[in-house]
């Protein structure tokens, strides 16, 4: 098992910074990636970028240049820095932790930008 925990969301004027993270504990040995997926209102949830163990990145078009995801593999702790944040980034924001096996989810937490 992994547990998932978020923090760092808030309200933020469109063009500001936030930066999300998102504490792993349990079974972390397992984790081959982690990343940050979003869920806007009546929308599905989208990936926003992943991180695997070895460091590869992939991100969502609609972020790249913008977010930067990166992981402390001491601190077992993965971030996802937001800049220049837009009105249509507002969402509830969700860690994933993935294992060859199993996915985990954290609780979310809500980035809204709005000026």
Do not use: H
């Not at 998932?4 to 063009?15: C, D, F, I, Y």
Request: glycine share 14%.
């Amino acid at each position: 098992q992994v547990q998932l925990v978020e923090s760092g969301g808030g309200l933020v004027q469109p063009g500001g910074s936030l930066r999300l993270s998102c504490a792993a504990s349990g079974s972390i040995f397992s984790i081959n990636a982690m990343g940050w997926y979003r869920q806007a209102p009546g929308k599905q949830r989208e990936l926003v970028a992943t991180i695997t163990s070895g460091g590869t990145t992939i991100y969502a078009g609609s972020v790249k240049g913008r977010f930067t995801i990166s992981r402390d593999n001491v601190k077992n702790t993965v971030y996802l820095q937001m800049n220049s944040l837009k009105p249509e980034d507002t969402a509830v924001y969700y860690c994933n932790a993935r294992t060859t096996s199993s996915g985990y989810w954290g609780q979310g937490t809500q980035v809204t930008v709005s000026s």
